[in-house]
């Protein structure tokens, strides 16, 4: 069997690359260029071009790659090197168990974002009709989540951009859950009416200073409106929890996902309002990571 050029990608037709050659090929090049997880990073791109599954390359991995899985590959393998990250160039990014539909428009959902959907639950388990606001809800990860697990819960979903609200309506679709939830256009409150008893938010906290020291992997190809948080980091935090009060039922619950650094400065905002029992949750890396509050009854 012919061996890949060491220093470009085969150009197709190659009769003699095999799945698994191309994945070695691949792992060494984004490993070459110092990129995280090149083992996953090229598994996942063998994937996408050949529609195989992970079962699929373990079992065929002798098999030769056509030309249109080449050339995708080619093409694949150098959108990764310029730095776009591999779920904008899947298309989808896993959270809480599904694929979700992502573009340049939502942010992507992170694992440790996963904390507000277990938070969440852990209410709607008690309350099985629970209604849920997501504010900011960019893909939909959040609610559709919540929804497609508590199947009796409601959920309101609310983004200022009209193109993000596209992509959760996709994701509500895909997941079976477009019959109990409805999509706002609008800022945080402002096309919000009626009484919650779960508002749950990611909000943008990144400060300006820190969005200068992001990787171009964030900066480039997540939408700004979804990370900037203002000087300080908290101005979407000011414009969320003034209102909260009221849009939650009395005993309500607050999630909030914050940045490292914010735990205090949200948790003595919500301490100088009706609310009880606000507690900072920290993530898998000891970080603090989210906020939850009751509002007092």
């Known amino acids: 069997m012919t061996s890949p050029p060491e220093n470009a990608f085969p150009s197709a037709p190659y009769s003699g690359l095999s799945v698994n050659s191309a994945k070695r090929f691949v792992m060494g090049q984004l490993r070459e260029a110092g990129l995280d ?14 529609g195989f599954s992970h079962t699929d390359i373990i079992a065929r991995g002798t098999d030769l790659l056509s030309a249109k899985a080449l050339e995708l590959m080619s ?15 899947l298309g989808f990014r896993e959270f809480y168990g599904r694929d979700f539909n992502i573009s340049k428009d939502v942010l992507s959902p992170r694992p440790e974002t ?3 959907v ?20 960019g893909s939909g990860a959040i609610t559709v989540s919540c929804l497609a697990e508590g199947p009796h819960a409601k959920g309101v979903a609310v983004d200022v951009s009209q193109k993000a609200l596209n992509v959760a309506e996709v994701n509500a679709k ?26 749950l938010s990611n909000p ?6 820190a969005m200068q020291t ?4 964030v900066t480039q190809f997540d939408p700004d409106l979804a990370l900037r948080g203002g000087t300080d980091g908290m101005t979407a935090y000011r414009a969320i929890i003034a209102e909260t009060k009221t849009y939650l039922n009395r005993g309500g619950t607050l999630l909030l996902e914050i940045g490292y650094d914010q735990g205090e400065s949200v ?5 100088a309002l009706p609310y009880q029992d606000v507690s900072i949750h920290t993530d898998l890396s000891g970080h603090d990571r989210m906020i939850k509050a009751i509002r007092k009854a």
């Open 37 to 50: 997880s090149p083992d996953l990073d090229a598994r996942l791109l063998v994937m996408a071009a050949t």
């Open 214 to 217: 992001l990787d171009v992997e």
């Open 75 to 89: 093409d694949f393998t150098e959108r990764r090197l310029a730095g776009e990250p591999i779920d904008h160039i």
């Open 174 to 199: 895909t997941h079976g859950v477009t019959d109990r939830l409805t999509l706002l256009h609008g800022s945080w409150f402002e096309a919000v009416s009626g009484q919650f008893d779960i508002i």
């Open 114 to 116: 996963e904390m507000l």
């Open 204 to 209: 943008p906290y990144i400060t300006d200073a």
């Open 118 to 137: 277990d938070a969440a639950l852990g209410i709607i388990k008690d309350n099985p009709t629970a209604r849920i606001l997501d504010l900011g809800t």
């Open 267 to 271: 948790s003595n905002m919500l301490q």
